[in-house]
């Protein structure tokens, strides 16, 4: 049996503000508020993105991100920028030819975008 991801699950404090910036950052709708759950998605995408409450701070560097891409890299950046993430710096491993930028979402969540 094949498995799929379905649904990627951010943690954070509060799920609407956060929905704020990855609705405009991703170009998304809320599909479903429940809450303490905000389930953000494009309908006919298989994708979606959960925003959960939980009552722990983040600490620390996330154990998982994801990388996103589209437009141009600088483009990008600025853009999310000026929607409230806060650049980190920018990561080119030694003998590739890869470059991606860091940076946080108005919760502190890391997140790249490649190019």
């Known amino acids: 049996m094949t498995l799929d991801i379905h649904n990627v699950v951010i943690n ?3 799920p ?3 929905a704020e910036f990855w609705t405009r950052a991703l170009e998304m709708d809320v599909l479903e508020d429940h809450g303490s759950f905000v389930l953000l998605g494009r309908r006919g ?7 959960q409450r939980v ?3 983040h600490i620390g560097k ?3 991100h994801f990388d996103i891409h589209g437009e141009s890299r600088d483009v990008a950046v600025q853009r999310l ?4 993430a806060a650049l980190q710096g920018e990561q080119r491993p030694p003998g590739l030819n890869l470059v991606w930028t860091v940076l946080t979402d108005p919760d502190g969540n890391e997140f790249c975008i490649t190019g």
């Open 55 to 57: 009552p722990e701070p």
């Open 62 to 64: 996330n154990r998982v």
């Open 16 to 18: 609407q503000r956060l």
């Open 12 to 14: 954070c404090e509060n």
């Open 45 to 51: 995408s298989p994708v979606t993105l959960g925003l």
């Open 81 to 84: 920028v000026d929607l409230g």
